[in-house]
């Protein structure tokens, strides 16, 4: 939801490059269903999304790399240290805030997750 919400956020910035990838995706899936309801409800077309694993090649070519959780911030540092001082928490001007991932839980934790990003998101964009 992360990604494709960027992509509308910065569709006036033809040189920015908006990508996701998982520390544990199920490779080549496309997004959950009820991702696909809610980013749909609000405007957005994911249908071709296929999931993809992280790796260094997407780390050493980002200038700025977002995780929903602490989890997945360490992960990539202890997988990646040339990666610190580009991975930060979506929700880092909120306090540092974590989304809850909502895989395999009931559609009101994506519209949750949703609104978290939404508003993670939108603080970023005033920073970028």
């Known amino acids: 939801m992360g990604e494709y919400l960027l992509r509308e956020r910065l569709a006036d910035r033809p040189n920015a490059v908006v990508e996701s990838a998982g520390i544990g995706a199920l490779v080549g ?3 959950d269903p009820f991702a696909l309801e809610v980013m749909q409800e609000n405007g957005l077309d994911a249908s071709v999304h296929r999931a993809r694993q992280i790796n260094q090649d ?4 980002s200038d700025l790399v977002l995780v929903m959780d602490k989890g997945h911030l360490q ?3 202890q997988n990646f240290p040339m990666s610190r001082g580009r991975v930060h928490l979506i ?3 909120r306090n540092n805030a974590e989304v809850a991932d909502p895989y395999r839980r009931p559609r009101e934790a994506f519209e949750q997750a949703w609104r978290d990003t939404v508003a993670s998101v939108d603080d970023w964009m005033t920073k970028v």
């Open 91 to 93: 929700g880092r001007w």
């Open 75 to 77: 992960w990539i540092h």
């Open 29 to 31: 899936h496309p997004a």
């Open 58 to 61: 997407m780390i050493a070519n």
